[in-house]
């Protein structure tokens, strides 16, 4: 890896060269703002539009987090010929080093250096995942353990790994979806509700690709519950149409044909479990006997299937709702039977959360 990492030739013939490296086809430019006077090391990878972009940062920060990193600014930097003090690769008076990895790929990487506090990644961002992928993918690249598991607790942070969680997840998005739904826009603070809540596709991508399991079950099922029409892009290019009524989307590109059958395996499951709740929930004979309890039980099941349509795919948010049925219905079943439907729904609530792995081929 440090063979890949080995200064190149960067055409300065002098410690105080400025010009771009004689191998640059495009323009180039320095980074505004990771590239810091006192740095004493000038790195560069090309733009997504071909262009050279130049970071001058410290070999010692660099250096405490990355053994690979560490091994490469270890070797000596090659002088002019002749000369025992000139740089032959600097840029701007520094050693300069021509990196295998993008400008993109570079800046994310870097960012997190020059970012102690994690400032540059909010909570329930739904572009973390596409923020982070660039550091992401060099801080294993380049062995920096600390940095990695840094970006894997901030990833988990949005994507719930216990029922516990979820809940706590849920209950937020209640409160902001409550909070959009009153301006006449559907934007607070200039965003939708689609920009303030995690996006599931980019998750499973990231999680896939850079072996993040945690993220995988409740980024499925958060997906599972969004329709293929809801596609991110073009929600954007006609917000007004979707995004101002509380739309919620996803990046569906992102998903490969694996993702996809993981997908469709899960909802079919998923709709099976929402129908088990008439049987396994409401379904029970009353154990006293009372008259009437099975005709309320029946209609308490017949509710949920005719006046809570946009939950009918989400199970766990059903049997959430079975949860507090004296919250809902004035006609209850029998104080018994009432409690045990709570009981079972709870029971039931916490095996679908256990076997969400198994319900999208995870495992």
Same mark, same amino acid.
């Given at each position: 890896?440090?063979?890949?990492?080995?200064?190149?030739?960067?055409?300065?013939? @002098?410690?105080?060269?400025?010009?771009?490296?004689?191998?640059? /086809?495009?323009?180039?430019?320095?980074?505004?703002?990771?590239?810091?006077?006192?740095g004493?090391?000038?790195?560069?990878?090309?733009?997504?539009?071909?262009?050279?972009?130049?970071?001058?940062?410290?070999?010692?920060?660099?250096?405490?987090?990355?053994p690979?990193?560490?091994?490469?600014? @270890?070797?000596?930097?090659?002088?002019v010929?002749?000369?025992?003090?000139?740089?032959?690769?600097?840029?701007?008076?520094?050693?300069?080093?021509?990196?295998?990895?993008?400008?993109?790929?570079?800046?994310?990487?870097?960012?997190?250096?020059?970012?102690?506090?994690?400032?540059?990644?909010?909570?329930?961002?739904?572009?973390?995942?596409?923020?982070?992928?660039?550091?992401?993918?060099?801080?294993?690249?380049?062995? #920096?353990?600390?940095?990695?598991?840094?970006?894997?607790?901030?990833?988990?942070?949005?994507?719930?790994?216990?029922?516990?969680?979820?809940?706590?997840?849920?209950?937020?998005?209640?409160?902001?979806?409550?909070?959009?739904?009153l301006?006449?826009?559907?934007?607070?603070?200039?965003?939708?509700?689609?920009?303030?809540?995690?996006?599931?596709?980019?998750?499973?991508?990231?999680?896939?690709?850079?072996?993040?399991?945690?993220?995988?079950?409740?980024?499925?099922?958060t997906?599972?519950l969004?329709? /293929?029409?809801?596609?991110?892009?073009? #929600?954007?290019?006609?917000?007004?149409?979707?995004?101002?009524?509380?739309?919620?989307t996803?990046?569906?590109?992102?998903l490969?044909?694996?993702?996809?059958?993981?997908?469709?395996?899960?909802?079919?499951?998923?709709?099976?479990?929402?129908?088990?709740?008439?049987?396994?929930?409401?379904?029970?004979?009353?154990?006293?006997?009372?008259?009437?309890?099975?005709?309320?039980?029946?209609?308490?099941?017949?509710?949920?299937?005719?006046?809570?349509?946009?939950?009918?795919?989400?199970?766990?948010?059903?049997?959430?709702?079975?949860?507090r049925?004296?919250?809902?219905?004035?006609?209850?079943? #029998?104080?018994?039977?009432?409690?045990?439907?709570?009981?079972?729904?709870?029971?039931?609530?916490?095996?679908?959360?256990?076997?969400?792995?198994?319900?999208?081929?995870?495992?």
């Amino acid at each position: 890896m440090t063979d890949e990492l080995h200064p190149r030739d960067a055409g300065g013939s @002098s410690d105080t060269d400025n010009s771009p490296p004689s191998s640059t /086809t495009g323009t180039s430019e320095r980074h505004p703002t990771l590239y810091y006077d006192d740095g004493n090391v000038v790195l560069s990878g090309y733009t997504q539009d071909g262009e050279l972009q130049y970071f001058r940062v410290h070999k010692s920060i660099l250096s405490r987090y990355s053994p690979v990193l560490a091994d490469m600014f @270890s070797i000596p930097p090659l002088l002019v010929k002749g000369s025992r003090t000139q740089i032959a690769e600097s840029y701007d008076g520094v050693v300069y080093v021509q990196m295998p990895d993008s400008a993109e790929e570079l800046t994310s990487f870097l960012t997190m250096f020059y970012d102690p506090l994690g400032t540059a990644y909010k909570r329930f961002d739904p572009n973390t995942p596409v923020l982070v992928l660039g550091a992401l993918k060099l801080a294993m690249k380049y062995e #920096c353990d600390a940095l990695r598991h840094r970006l894997i607790s901030s990833l988990e942070a949005d994507w719930p790994q216990t029922l516990a969680q979820w809940d706590a997840r849920r209950a937020e998005a209640v409160i902001l979806r409550s909070e959009h739904s009153l301006q006449l826009t559907g934007k607070v603070d200039g965003l939708y509700l689609d920009d303030r809540l995690p996006e599931p596709a980019s998750a499973i991508r990231i999680a896939s690709d850079y072996g993040i399991p945690s993220l995988l079950p409740a980024a499925f099922y958060t997906l599972a519950l969004l329709s /293929t029409d809801a596609d991110w892009d073009e #929600c954007r290019a006609n917000p007004g149409k979707h995004l101002r009524f509380g739309a919620r989307t996803a990046r569906w590109r992102l998903l490969d044909k694996r993702d996809l059958m993981r997908l469709v395996h899960g909802q079919k499951l998923l709709a099976a479990h929402t129908r088990a709740i008439g049987t396994d929930v409401f379904g029970l004979r009353c154990q006293r006997g009372v008259k009437g309890c099975q005709k309320a039980r029946s209609d308490c099941w017949k509710y949920f299937q005719e006046n809570a349509p946009n939950s009918m795919d989400d199970p766990l948010d059903i049997l959430h709702d079975c949860m507090r049925l004296d919250t809902l219905f004035s006609d209850l079943p #029998c104080a018994a039977c009432t409690s045990d439907i709570i009981v079972m729904a709870e029971k039931k609530r916490r095996e679908l959360w256990r076997s969400l792995p198994a319900v999208f081929n995870l495992q």
